[in-house]
C-alpha cells in the first residue's frame, strides 16, 4: 500500500506511542519493584516464620476456595443447563447480578450476616460465635468467584452434544454412570480452565481478606501492610515477587489449555443444536438442583438483603430501628463517590481506546511488534492487583511522580486493559480483511481505515469493553489502595475504612449507593446494545 508521508507519519507516530506506552506503564514498573529489595529484604521473608506461615494460609486459601466456587459454580451450571428445573431463566440470572456488584460486598454482608452481631448467628440462631478467619474468607470467596466457574461451565456444557448422552444411555448406562462416563470427562475442559482462571482471582484477592480474615494472614494483603503498615517496600516487593511466581504460571496454563482444547471444543460442539434433547433427569435428581439453585440465589440475595437492612437499621444487630442516618452520611462522602465515577469513567475511556489501537497493530497491521505488544498488553491479568499498585507506588515515587488522581485513573486503565483488549480484538477478527483492501485500493489510509470502518463495525465490543472497565472500575480496590492521597478518597477504600472501624451502617449505605450505580450503567449500557441491535436490524 502507498500512503502520503503524513498519513505514515500519523500511524508511525500512533503505533509508537502504543508500544512504548504499554511498555512506561506496565512493564517499566514491575520490572523496577523487582529490583527494589536488598540481599536483607530476601533473608528476613525466608528466614521468617510469620511470613513462612502467610505463604501457608495463601496455599490454603487458594486450593480451598478454588475447589469450592469451581464445585459450587459447575453444579449450578449443570442444574441450569441440564437440570431441567424450574425458573431457570431466573437462576441463570443471579450469577450475573452478583459478577457485576463490587468485590468488598461479599465481605462486608458476611459480617452483617454471620458477624459477631450478624443476623444469622446472633439474632436467629441466638450464638456468640467468630467465623473471622479461614472460614470466614472460604464463604466470601465462594460466593464471590462461582459466578465465573458458571459462567465457564455453562458454555462447556451447552456445547456437549446431547445424542452422546443418549447413547451411553441406549446402551444401557443409567443416568449416573452417563454422567459420570461422559458429561463429566466432556467438562473437564471448562471445569480446568475455570479453577485456573479462579485460583489466580483468588489469589490476588484483596477486599475479602481485608474484611474478614482476621489474623489469617494471605500474601496479597501482607503484600499492603508491609507496605503502608511498616514501611518495608523491600520486604513487601519480595512478597510481591512470591506471589507473582504461581499467578503468572496459573495464567499462562490457562491461555495453554483454552488454545489447546479449542478444537476438541468445536468438534465436540459441532452438532449440538441438532441432536436431539437428553432425558430429562428423574425428579429426584431436578427436585435436589432446584433446591441447590434455590439455595445458592438465596445466599447471594440474602447479601444484597442485608446490605439494604444495614442501610436503614440504627445499630445493626443491636437497635433495628428504622433510621435514615446512615444514608445521610453518604452525603458526607461525595467526594469520594465522585471520585469513584470520575476516575472509573475516565480509565473505562483510556482502556478503550488504547485497546482499540493495540487490537488494530496486532491483527489488523503489518507493523512489527505484534506479539510484545499482543504480550505486554495481557500482563496485568496474570499480575496480582496488589503487586501492580506496589510497583506504581514505588516507581512513580521514584520518579518524583505524585499526581495521585492521574496514577490511579492509570493503574485502573492498566489493570483493566486486558478485558478491553480480548474483547474488541474479538470484534476485528469478526470482520474480513478484504475491508482492508477495499478502503485502501480506494485511497483510505491505515487510521481513517481504522475508524470510518473498524471502529464503527465493532462498536458494541467497543461498548462492552466501556461498560465493563467502568462498572468494575467504579469498586477497584486492590492496586489503587497505594496511590490513594488525601486529596483523592475512593468509595472502596472508605467503605473498607468504615468496615474495619465497626461502623457497618454508614458502610451498607456506601456500599448500596455505589452498588446502585453501577446497576444503573449496566442497565443503561444493555438499553444502548439493544437500541443498537434493533437499529442495525439483529
Not at 503524513?6 to 506506552?21: D, E, H, P, R, S
Not at 441466638?126 to 458458571?150: D, E, K, R, T
Amino acid at each position: 500500500m502507498v500512503f502520503s508521508r503524513k498519513i505514515k507519519t500519523n500511524v508511525v507516530l500512533a503505533w509508537a506511542g502504543t508500544t512504548f506506552l504499554l511498555t512506561f506503564f506496565i512493564l517499566l514498573p514491575l520490572l523496577f519493584v523487582f529490583f527494589t529489595p536488598q540481599k536483607d529484604d530476601f533473608i528476613k521473608v525466608f528466614s521468617s516464620q510469620v511470613f513462612k506461615q502467610t505463604v501457608l494460609n495463601t496455599v490454603v486459601e487458594v486450593i480451598c476456595s478454588t475447589f469450592l466456587s469451581v464445585l459450587i459454580g459447575f453444579l449450578y451450571a449443570y442444574a441450569v443447563v441440564k437440570g431441567c428445573i424450574p425458573f431457570k431463566r431466573f437462576f441463570s440470572l443471579i450469577p450475573f447480578i452478583h459478577l457485576v456488584t463490587p468485590p468488598f460486598v461479599g465481605g462486608l454482608s458476611f459480617i452483617l450476616l454471620l458477624g459477631r452481631q450478624g443476623f444469622i448467628t446472633k439474632t436467629l440462631l441466638g450464638l456468640n460465635v467468630s467465623l473471622y478467619g479461614l472460614p470466614a474468607l472460604l464463604i466470601a470467596q465462594s460466593l464471590c468467584f462461582f459466578p465465573i466457574a458458571y459462567l465457564i461451565c455453562a458454555q462447556t456444557l451447552q456445547n456437549i452434544d446431547s445424542s452422546l448422552e443418549n447413547a451411553s444411555k441406549s446402551l444401557g448406562s443409567g443416568r449416573l454412570r452417563t454422567f459420570f462416563k461422559v458429561t463429566l470427562p466432556l467438562s473437564f475442559s471448562g471445569i480446568i480452565s475455570a479453577a485456573l482462571f479462579i485460583a489466580a482471582s483468588v489469589m490476588s484477592d484483596f477486599g475479602n481478606p481485608m474484611i474478614v480474615a482476621g489474623r489469617y494472614k494471605v500474601l496479597a494483603v501482607e503484600i499492603y501492610t508491609q507496605l503502608t503498615g511498616w514501611m518495608n517496600s523491600g520486604t513487601s516487593a519480595v512478597l510481591g515477587m512470591i506471589l507473582v511466581i504461581p499467578s503468572v504460571l496459573l495464567f499462562y496454563f490457562q491461555n495453554k489449555f483454552m488454545s489447546r482444547n479449542l478444537s476438541k471444543v468445536a468438534v465436540v460442539s459441532g452438532n449440538a443444536f441438532n441432536s436431539k434433547r437428553a432425558d430429562k433427569p428423574s425428579i429426584v435428581s431436578r427436585a435436589f438442583f432446584t433446591l441447590f439453585c434455590a439455595f445458592i440465589a438465596l445466599c447471594v440475595i440474602a447479601q444484597f438483603a442485608a446490605i439494604i437492612a444495614g442501610t436503614f437499621q440504627k445499630l445493626w444487630g443491636i437497635n433495628l430501628s428504622f433510621t435514615l442516618n446512615h444514608i445521610k452520611s453518604v452525603l458526607g462522602c461525595l467526594r469520594e463517590l465522585s471520585n469513584s465515577v470520575r476516575f472509573a469513567f475516565e480509565a473505562a475511556l483510556l482502556s478503550t481506546f488504547f485497546a482499540t489501537f493495540a487490537a488494530y497493530f496486532v491483527y489488523r497491521s503489518k507493523f512489527p511488534f505484534k506479539k510484545y505488544i499482543d504480550s505486554i498488553i495481557q500482563l496485568p491479568a496474570a499480575i496480582p492487583g496488589t503487586l501492580f499498585g506496589l510497583a506504581w507506588s514505588v516507581f512513580f515515587a521514584r520518579l518524583n511522580y505524585k499526581n495521585s488522581s492521574a496514577l490511579i485513573v492509570m493503574a485502573i486503565t492498566a489493570g483493566f486493559i486486558p478485558f478491553s483488549y480480548k474483547t474488541i480484538s474479538a470484534s476485528f477478527l469478526q470482520l474480513k480483511k478484504t475491508l482492508d483492501n477495499s478502503a485502501a485500493s480506494l485511497g483510505a489510509g491505515p487510521l481513517k481505515l481504522l475508524f470510518t470502518i473498524l471502529v464503527p463495525l465493532s462498536k458494541e465490543g467497543l461498548f462492552n469493553s466501556f461498560i465493563y472497565a467502568f462498572v468494575r472500575g467504579v469498586g477497584t480496590m486492590s492496586a489503587v489502595i497505594f496511590l490513594i492521597s488525601f486529596d483523592t478518597p475512593l468509595s472502596s477504600v472508605k467503605i473498607l475504612n468504615l468496615a474495619e472501624q465497626g461502623f457497618w451502617g454508614d458502610a451498607a449505605a456506601l456500599s448500596l449507593v455505589l452498588t446502585l450505580i453501577t446497576f444503573i450503567v449496566l442497565g443503561a449500557g444493555e438499553l444502548v446494545i439493544r437500541f443498537w441491535g434493533r437499529k442495525n436490524g439483529r
